[in-house]
């Protein structure tokens, strides 16, 4: 083999990236620095794993007898869900239209509008549950409002972004034949996101069923509450009931959302 | 004049579409009224407008001296600490996630039964509530961060692995192809065009699910996981608004830091 052949052979080389570099320093740094603040060992928990298998192993066995009691705490638990999904979305609905820079033009109005929304949105769906619960008590309630904020949160994010890349045309065409804001809103807006918005919701609902579902573990309603209770007595085969049945009907939910979204989306 | 110009044509009808429609909106409404029925509105504390206000009032006079005050039981600590159950839970969530994405993606060369049963082993990971595998892991390992990362790094695994699976099913078969043709093994194809075609989402997917750990992470400390979540309900319950009040404005201050920090390297990416 000539030389220039065995040049031809050599692949070109690849341009060494610093930046890769100082990513892989930060990870790694990063990773020891948080195994240091957190105390994870692994060891730990393999040296006791045999309690939490024993644990799962329990909770495998489930209370079948326990079924009647948790069913309708489900479906409490899944009305809570559907009421805070409306609510929130209804108001979500509303502010989106508010905060759209291609309906509303006045840029401080949507400005502040939306520092409002973006802050709203940072706070997590459990947490909400712990504020409300301290505010208007233990009881379904505080879990609604919960939901109601956080799909709020949701909903509003994903719903303006779509009404802003709506197709300008026929908000032109209507304003220029004279239509006032609501005319413009009703006939050339909603027609082409109002799919969209059912979507949002649907997916906020998915969400929702699963938030709804441990609100109750702070007071705020739901099954969540007889999850706490079942787990402080140490009954783990009435937890692994209940959870089997959060199982079933989250995965059912989300699998007819899902179906639903696709379908609407056609 | 001749009116005949001011008619409008009729709107085209759809028969099949309008009944479908009502039908929705009737089961909808069938359902919002249901959920209406049996749930106990009442019970709503007398005194919930003056708390409530009480808590916004905190969120405008913050307990200062909270933030930093050298214990280790500050609000800077622990933010940082649930900054770290987050990266570390997300880390050790990536890494579980490949092999499971792998086999739930639906790709040409699977049998469907195994791409299948992935992604329901997926969506049971995923339903599994994130509190209740906390208050396992606390049974396990002690209460503490490490219960948190242990939790969050199994409940990812989840969502990260579906995003991953999603990700290599959208990959082009091209690449591989390429090197297969050039005499590529299997390993080869895995190296020089699975992974550096992957890298891209993978890295934007777990960085949105680090977006996602972040807030998690503050809510595991109310079951006494770690992080935030621990002193912000001790203040809820000895009604100190003040501080509830910093301890809000610092894991808002922190989403959205990360948020944005997150947002611009996967802005880079794309």
Known sequence: ?266 | MNTTYKLLPPKPKNTKKQVTTWLTVIVSIALIIWSCTGIDFGGIKATAGQIAGAIISGIFHPDWSYVYNGSGEDLVSQLWETLCIAFLGTFISAIISLPFAFWAAHTRHKKWYSSRSGKIVLAIIRSFPEIILALMFIKAVGPGSAAGVLALGFHSVGMLAKLFSEAIENLEEGPNEAVTSVGGSKVNVIMFSIMPNLMPALISNTLYRFDVSIRSASILGLVGAGGIGYPLIIALQYRQWNRVGIILLGIIVMVVIVDWISGQIRKRLV
């Not at chain 1, 739901?222 to 937890?239: A, C, E, H």
């Open chain 1, 1 to 266: 083999m000539s030389k220039t052949e065995q040049d031809l052979l050599n692949l070109p080389k690849k341009k060494f990236n610093y930046m890769n570099l100082v990513w892989l320093i930060v990870i790694v740094g990063g990773l020891f620095v948080s195994i240091n603040e957190t105390n994870t060992h692994l060891s730990v928990l393999f040296a006791n794993f045999s309690q939490f298998t024993d644990i799962f192993v329990q909770m495998c066995h489930p209370d079948w007898s326990y079924s009647s009691t948790v069913i309708p705490l489900l479906l409490e638990t899944i009305k809570m869900a559907i009421l805070g999904t409306v609510i929130g979305s209804v108001v979500a609905f509303i502010y989106s239209l508010l905060i759209a820079r291609n309906i509303v033009k006045n840029k401080a109005v949507t400005g502040v509008l939306r520092v409002i929304m973006n802050i709203i949105r940072t706070i997590p769906d459990l947490l909400l549950g712990a504020i409300f619960v301290a505010i208007v008590g233990i009881g379904p309630v505080a879990g609604i409002l919960a939901l109601s904020v956080f799909t709020f949160g949701v909903v509003v994010k994903l719903f303006y972004e779509a009404i802003e890349t709506i197709d300008p045309g026929p908000i032109e065409a209507l304003t220029a034949v004279g239509a006032n804001k609501l005319q413009v809103i009703h006939f050339a807006v909603l027609p082409q996101i109002m799919t969209y918005f059912i979507s949002y919701v649907l997916y906020a609902f998915e969400i929702n069923v699963r938030a709804s579902t441990v609100l109750g573990y702070l007071g705020a309603g739901g099954i969540g509450l007889y999850l706490q209770q079942t787990l402080q007595v140490f009954s783990y085969d009435k937890t692994g009931t209940i959870i089997i049945f959060i199982i079933i009907a989250v995965v059912l939910i989300d699998y007819v959302s899902s179906k639903s979204r696709e379908a609407l989306m056609r």
